[in-house]
């Protein structure tokens, strides 16, 4: 059964402080999604990774996949206010020929003045 | 473009109750999932459904739970009858998946809580 680590779970950091944000998963998978979730409000896609090696950039977050390693990370540069939420990784997952992501335990992000 | 849409939004009810919740996937899509999210246990997938086929219910917690997808537009899930534990907020997702589930949008959720 494929699981989903992230770690950590909860992290408190100061505005302009830099951060990784780590996806641990268990079995081999060539894809990886990020999603960020406000309190309250639905899920929204920040990356896809697809492919070992892959780096995504999107202002002061970058995300990359090394499927040998079963590691993805979310690295936060100079983070600000507005990055605060709950980052959640998902992993897609083949299993009896069907594919489901299946998505890690959350890491909680407060950004601090 | 309109999104994933869920209904109700919110839903109390009481033990024993049949509850339904309702979505409609966004245009072109071609898989829908309905996920369940509780501070417990975090994201859940329950059922997906390809091309309105269910594909994969191996998530889904007991025979009180019920999901259909009568059509490309529109998907049910039911629960019949209902318990506390069964509070959370139900999210649905639809992709244009091909071979693959592909990346997932999600409507804004229906929180269910159970009395």
């Known amino acids: 059964e494929l699981k989903v680590e992230q770690n950590p779970l909860f992290l408190s950091m100061q505005e302009g402080k830099n951060y990784t944000i780590y996806c641990n998963y268990s079995?081999?998978?060539?894809?990886l999604y990020w999603y960020r979730q406000d309190p309250g409000k639905s899920l929204e896609s920040l990356f896809v990774l697809l492919s070992n090696g892959a780096v995504k950039q999107e202002g002061r977050l970058m995300a990359s996949l090394d499927t040998k390693a079963r590691l993805s990370t979310l690295h936060i540069t100079a983070a600000v206010h507005d990055l605060s939420a709950t980052y959640f990784c998902?992993?897609?997952?083949?299993?009896?020929?069907?594919?489901?992501?299946?998505f890690g335990t959350g890491t909680r992000l407060q950004v601090f003045p | 473009d309109a999104g994933v849409i869920q209904s109700p939004r919110h839903e109390v009810t009481e033990m024993g109750q049949e509850v339904t919740l309702r979505c409609k996937p966004i245009s072109g899509h071609n898989s829908l999932f309905w996920y369940r999210q509780t501070m417990m246990r975090g994201l859940e997938l329950l059922i997906y459904?390809?091309?309105?086929?269910?594909?994969?219910d191996s998530g889904m917690p007991e025979d009180r739970f019920s999901a259909k997808m009568p059509n490309a537009s529109f998907s049910t899930l039911k629960i019949q009858p209902s318990e506390p534990r069964d509070s959370a907020v139900y999210f649905c997702a639809s992709s244009l998946a091909r071979g693959r589930p592909g990346e997932l949008f999600f409507g804004e959720g229906s929180r269910l809580t159970v009395l």
């Open positions: 459904f390809n091309n309105n086929v269910p594909i994969d």
């Open positions: 079995t081999t998978s060539d894809r």
């Open positions: 998902a992993v897609d997952h083949q299993r009896f020929n069907t594919d489901k992501l299946i």
